[in-house]
């Protein structure tokens, strides 16, 4: 049984895919498996994944007719073995020391649920570049955050196996938002959330990308009621009301390029919006 499983969702994802795979053959901690779930690809998806999994018994690949982004997570979850569940999205790559650094916090806080980690962003098909990340980075944990925005990048989480299944996993009704979701029922049951401002993990941004770039309406929408659910059950003020309907103007009036290059610039200010 591998210490860490990591999974994996994607469609129509070969051009991306390799990238991705590769980032977690290069990983320092070799105690792995990666449950990959092809949820109805029509492209080369497929065949690119099994090129792997002929050469590598630690990859797996399940193989759907398109189940929905949720029931696929769940079926990597239901299939794999791992004590501690990463999740990496099939087009953002992850840093050599990813699962080794985050494995390192585990050990340190054996009472935390889930630890994420900075990203950097990357553009259409670029890899990224990496730079020598520390494990001795401050833990900051982030619960009450959830109350503001969704603070974790979704390819950058390792959680425990015990507490995903407590809280029923993904939920499968949901559309988009479904990390976020996730966050506050672990959030709401009292478990820690933890944060290292380290970038051991990528974001990438391309045209087809996304439910966000082709229904973006409906993406804000379902943000705003994830969010307005996180402010009740975590008892976030009149300030955090206040954000959420900023956040949901920002996100509908400033496209996603501009947004990027404001985050970058900008910081930590800009990521109250």
Known sequence: MSEVSIICTVKNGEKTIKSTIESILRQSFTDWELVIVDDGSTDNTNDIIKSFTEKDSRIKLITT???????ALNLAINNSKGKYIANIDADDPSHPDRIQIQLKYFYK?????LLATDYTFIYDNEDPIWTEEKDEVPLQLINQNLIYQNPINHSSVMMKREDLLSVGMYNVNLSSQLDYDLWIRFAEKGY?????????????????????????FRYLRNSFVVQ????????????????MYLRFLYGLLVPQKIRVKLRNGIGNFLNLL
């Open 109 to 113: 806080h054996p009472d935390l649920t």
């Open 65 to 71: 007719k398109g189940v929905g982004r949720g029931k």
């Open 228 to 243: 307005k659910r996180a402010i009740r059950v975590l008892n976030g003020s009149f300030k955090a009301i206040i954000i």
């Open 192 to 216: 820690k959330l933890g944060y290292i401002p380290a970038k051991l993990s990528s974001k990438r941004i391309h045209s087809n990308q996304s439910f966000e770039n082709k229904y973006r």
